[in-house]
């Protein structure tokens, strides 16, 4: 039972250009949510959060969007660069960062 | 400042062996995870511990055992290695509203 799924294991997109990266629940009592990045033999860095209270938390070239009634969370990154290549996880969770259930993760590959 | 340490970085088991993964930070975090990734599948939860000598299961724990006698470590061991524990194994502590992560184990059983 995936309680959070991406279902796009992999996205390419123009240097410059939007990067959308989606992710589904199912876990109604779900209350925060994460994105981590994820480069070739490293652990998964910090990206950005938000809390089921807001709707929209933005950072930088970072947005991410939470829908609740969808149980949908979309990550925008706007302008693309070639550096943003490398696996997005996202997560979730009951009260903070606890116990954090990820999704399978979008390698995304931006190209020049 | 090294965050979360793992050790080791890579190791191949036969099947049948036995080791540990050790999990050192020093961020004084109460909160330390263990979790499995594979391929499809992200990031699942084997183990975790709220605490100073407690720990509880999470999605994954069938076949491993974990202990935290000091705060700062967190061990995760194999007992007996099967082909389906190869994986890259990852540490984690949190903090309020975020996790940290070490950079990993790339176990093989062979």
């Known amino acids: 039972d995936q309680q959070v799924k991406q279902n796009s294991p992999s996205l390419s997109v123009q240097e410059g250009r939007i990067s959308i990266l989606n992710c589904d629940y199912t876990?109604?009592?779900?209350?925060?949510f994460l994105w981590y990045k994820k480069y070739p033999a490293e652990g998964p860095t910090f990206l950005i959060s938000?809390?089921?209270?807001?709707d929209k938390n933005e950072d930088g070239r970072f947005t991410v969007f939470l829908n609740k009634s969808a149980k949908h969370l979309s990550l925008h990154i706007v302008p693309s660069q070639p550096g943003d290549s490398a696996v997005y996880f996202c997560?979730?969770?009951?009260?903070?960062?606890?116990?954090?259930?990820f999704g399978q993760g979008t390698r995304l590959t931006i190209n020049p | 400042n090294a965050g979360v340490t793992q050790t080791p970085k890579f190791r191949v088991l036969k099947t049948g062996q036995s080791m540990t993964l050790l999990c050192a930070q020093d961020?004084?975090?109460?909160?330390m995870y263990w979790y499995r990734q594979d391929p499809g599948m992200g990031l699942r939860l084997i183990h975790y511990?709220?605490?100073?000598?407690?720990?509880a299961k999470g999605e994954v724990p069938d076949g491993y055992n974990v202990s935290r006698l000091k705060k700062q470590n967190f061990l995760l061991g194999l007992e007996s290695a099967a082909p389906s524990q190869t994986s890259v194994y990852f540490c984690?502590?949190?903090?309020?509203?975020?996790?940290?992560f070490g950079q990993g184990t790339r176990l093989t059983v062979v």
């Open positions: 997560a979730a969770s009951i009260q903070g960062a606890q116990k954090l259930v």
């Open positions: 876990n109604s009592m779900f209350d925060y």
């Open positions: 938000i809390s089921s209270i807001k």
């Open positions: 961020m004084n975090h109460e909160y």
């Open positions: 511990s709220v605490g100073e000598g407690t720990t």
């Open positions: 984690a502590t949190t903090q309020g509203t975020e996790a940290f």
